[in-house]
């Protein structure tokens, strides 16, 4: 019983974790139309920024900071220097683009910060909870990472349901020629979607490197399980995101608990196989509209 508790408990740790990072590719996909491979190395990056800033003495929260501000320039810079030159043409353009950004900014990363392991720290307690004699597999940090994310959650919802910016974000990302009829800057909506989206990655990458070990491939695996866990629960719902990334987390972790760690990778491509041919719109994602 107590495995049991603490297999769930480590995977729901874990699944909130992979949906952070899923929720930064529904945000960015719902404001732009655009999956963004780049997103795990663009968090990465920040979180050597937040690193630098906490080795040279000040707090992990100044460096959190320092990261969500660097992730919001690095997006906008990413989307008019990069992106935009390629939008408006076919929309595998936009996805070989961000794989290839992908290579360069760790490429980057390795050379300015080095490609050795380097902890980095958690701002809360890493020891688990003990309740009577019983060690139970969750710490005060990973209650830190799921309010995170809950929180994140509930803004995206709010932003793009009930304010004016959200359902500007959408028009031009459905269609940019009716937007701009309508007084929309289009321009501005997808620079502003992406800067969004990168702060919601540089949160992830926090997140997941807190009390762990960072080097420029680190985020590598979390972004193929927030992958997973975005399309489980459909790239249009926040929500959906939260669900599919502790969905992924208990999953995972039940098959690395019971059936050996091996077989976590094989696990999550036989989830995404089985989603795709099932339901290839995600779990929580809108019926289409038919068409005439």
Do not use: C, H
Not at 172 to 187: C, D, I, P, Y
């Amino acid at each position: 019983m107590q495995q049991f508790l603490n297999v769930t408990l480590t995977g729901l740790g874990q699944g909130a974790i992979y949906a952070a990072f899923a929720l930064a590719l529904v945000l960015i996909w719902r404001s732009t139309r655009i999956v963004n491979f780049a997103q795990g190395a663009m968090a990465m990056f920040t979180t050597y920024l937040a690193l630098t800033v906490i080795e040279a003495g000040q707090s992990y929260w100044v460096g959190l900071i320092v990261a969500l501000a660097g992730g919001l320039l690095m997006g906008a810079v990413v989307e008019r220097l990069v992106i935009r030159p390629v939008e408006g043409g076919p929309e595998l353009n936009a996805v070989i683009v961000t794989l290839g950004l992908f290579v360069a900014i760790q490429a980057l990363a390795a050379i300015l910060f080095g490609s050795t392991f380097k902890s980095f720290p958690a701002p809360f307690d890493l020891r688990g909870f003990t309740v009577g004699e019983v060690n139970i597999a969750f710490t005060p940090n990973s209650i830190y990472v799921i309010l995170a994310v809950v929180v994140v959650m509930v803004a995206l919802v709010a932003l793009f349901r009930f304010t004016d910016l959200g359902l500007k974000m959408r028009a031009a990302a459905f269609s940019q020629e009716v937007s701009r009829l309508l007084g929309v800057r289009v321009g501005r909506m997808l620079t502003l979607g992406w800067a969004l989206a990168a702060v919601v990655g540089s949160l992830a990458g926090l997140l997941i490197a807190g009390g762990s070990l960072v080097y420029p491939a680190y985020m590598d695996g979390v972004v193929v399980f927030g992958f997973v866990a975005a399309t489980l629960g459909g790239l249009d719902s926040p929500g959906g995101a939260v669900v599919g990334g502790l969905s992924i987390g208990l999953l995972l972790s039940y098959v690395s608990g019971y059936l050996g760690s091996e077989l976590v990778a094989l696990a999550a491509l036989a989830i995404l196989v089985a989603v795709l041919l099932v339901r290839p719109q995600g779990i929580f994602a809108k019926a289409a509209a038919r068409r005439v």
